[in-house]
């Protein structure tokens, strides 16, 4: 069951809509009767990913020439021929 608030009732309880949200509550945001948003937990350990440094390191590669400039890009920007 998810609770529904107006957008201006929301502005004035955010702090208890984000409890209700912790608390594995799903809050609907309407506007003039519409729905505009929904709110709900996605991770509740409170971690959005931690970054590692380095993670990446040898899986991505770019190739020779990947700044090379390209005449034909530059003659439309420059106008010239």
């Known amino acids: 069951m998810s609770e529904q608030f107006t957008l201006r009732e929301a502005k004035a309880r955010l702090s208890e809509i984000l409890d209700m949200v912790a608390a594995g509550v799903p809050v609907e945001i309407t506007r003039q009767g519409a729905k505009?948003?929904?709110?709900?937990?996605?991770?509740?350990?409170?971690?959005f990913g931690k970054r590692t440094p380095g993670s990446l390191k040898g899986?991505?590669?770019?190739?020779?020439?990947?700044?090379?400039?390209?005449?034909?890009?530059?003659s439309d920007f420059e106008g010239t021929s």
Do not use: H, T, V
């Open 59 to 74: 899986k991505i590669s770019i190739p020779d020439g990947f700044d090379d400039e390209d005449q034909d890009i530059l």
């Open 36 to 47: 505009k948003g929904r709110f709900k937990l996605i991770l509740s350990d409170g971690e």
